[in-house]
């Protein structure tokens, strides 16, 4: 009987946990998690009468950006799929909302489910190593285009899924005190500075961009983990030059495609577009490479027409390629605009932007109200910490000067609004303890 009662802790407990895992096989096991989860939620919040989880200011807000981009999408008819997406948009952000509850619920951290995510990390990192020095991992993908992919094959996100997966073992470290800010752990030192250097022989740019960002970020707010990151930084930057070297060839250098090819491409170098192309700002750089450049322009030209509620949430490639708005050459046409606040700017219009830019502030705000809390501590304060830490990653999910993915794709929304979930909870905490 007590194994009966016990079954919905283990079951989201471990699934909360593990949630990233689920996201490596795909999207269909994390909508079914994601479901279910929403699902025990409403069900146990009216059983047990807990209706501040709907009675705070995040839900006000997620209900204002929800009815955005509801609202673009209804009258932006392109197809029945696209009503649907924006439809249905509502249960991405009630998962963070599930998340907080889940935790609550069952406060569900302890060393087995640490051990589990490090041993997936080594799989990974084994695997992933394998395919960079082999040219094919364990399954026989092959490397494409000179990147790393590991498990996830033609996709090449293996950066992306690494570096949004950090934060939360990082919190899951924390808060089973297996990182304490007393002691030092060698091995989950080499093995985040291993995931590292996996997000660097990915040649996912953005991801390692972001990464970095992350820990500056928290090194920036949290004292107590500012040793911790030194050392992983060392340990990653030793890896970076020692193991790369190991390889016959430089043809998958990570260093080339990191820095000569970024800088090729905001010169636009490659393709012969020096002095070419009058798009250039100054008749210069582009932002981030011409075809980035070309999504940015033809944003613009598409929100000119839709200023205030915008296209709605697939409303950008099923415009770009209308005539009145094609640009020279048929160039930045595409599946969404490859940077989320030019997406939302044109999907959702000035008002879903504008409710991104307050988002935006208001993690700023958090990011100094949590040092300046973090440094008036005498103590190693578990939740505070994993709170900066959940902060840290909602922040590099949002950082505007960088590409990024499909904002309302399902596998990345899930990742933006996971670590979300973690913050509400551990906000709460805190904020139960000084009552």
Not at 261 to 268: A, E, I, R, S, V
Not at 274 to 294: G, R, V, W
Not at 394 to 413: D, E, M, R, T, Y
């Amino acid at each position: 009987m007590n194994s009966i009662n016990n079954l919905p802790k283990l079951l989201f407990g471990y699934g909360l946990a593990f949630f990233p895992l689920f996201l490596l096989t795909g999207p269909l096991i994390p909508e079914i998690f994601l479901i279910v989860s929403f699902s025990f939620f409403i069900f146990y919040m009216f059983k047990d009468k807990k209706f501040f989880f709907l009675k705070n200011r995040f839900i006000f807000f997620f209900f204002l950006f929800y009815l955005s981009t509801l609202f673009s999408t209804l009258i932006n008819f392109y197809s029945f799929e696209t009503i649907l997406n924006g439809l249905f948009y509502f249960r991405v952000p009630m998962f963070a909302i599930s998340i907080w509850f889940l935790l609550e619920k069952f406060n569900f951290f302890n060393k087995k489910i640490v051990f589990f995510i490090s041993l997936f990390l080594v799989i990974i990192i084994l695997d992933a190593l394998l395919q960079y020095y082999t040219g094919k991992n364990v399954f026989g993908y092959e490397i494409l285009a000179n990147r790393v992919s590991s498990f996830f094959a033609e996709e090449l996100i293996l950066g992306g899924f690494i570096m949004r997966t950090l934060p939360i073992f990082m919190i899951y470290l924390v808060m089973s005190e297996a990182l304490n800010g007393k002691k030092i752990n060698f091995f989950y030192i080499f093995l985040i500075a291993c995931s590292c250097f996996i997000v660097y022989v990915s040649g996912e740019r953005t991801s390692f961009g972001l990464l970095i960002l992350f820990f500056f970020t928290l090194y920036f707010i949290s004292k107590y983990l500012r040793k911790f990151i030194l050392i992983v930084t060392i340990t990653f930057l030793t890896l970076s030059f020692i193991l790369p070297y190991l390889k016959s060839g430089d043809q998958n250098n990570p260093a080339s495609r990191m820095f000569k090819k970024t800088y090729n491409q905001f010169l636009g170098i490659e393709k012969n577009l020096q002095e070419k192309d009058k798009h250039k700002i100054f008749k210069k750089i582009y932002l981030f490479s011409p075809d980035h450049h070309a999504h940015y322009l033809l944003s613009l030209k598409i929100f000119k027409d839709h200023i205030i509620f915008g296209t709605g949430t697939k409303g950008f490639r099923y415009l770009c390629r209308n005539k009145i708005y094609i640009l020279e050459k048929n160039d930045g046409c595409s599946t969404h605009p490859h940077n989320t606040y030019i997406q939302i700017l044109v999907s959702n219009g000035i008002v879903g932007f504008l409710l991104l830019i307050f988002a935006f502030l208001y993690l700023v705000r958090e990011i100094f109200v949590s040092r300046k809390k973090i440094n008036s501590m005498n103590k190693f304060d578990k939740i505070e910490i994993s709170k900066a830490i959940a902060i840290s990653a909602i922040f590099v999910n949002i950082w505007p000067l960088i590409p990024s993915g499909n904002f309302f794709n399902n596998w990345l929304s899930m990742f933006y609004f996971y670590p979300i979930g973690l913050y509400l909870y551990f906000k709460h905490k805190n904020e139960e303890a000084s009552r």
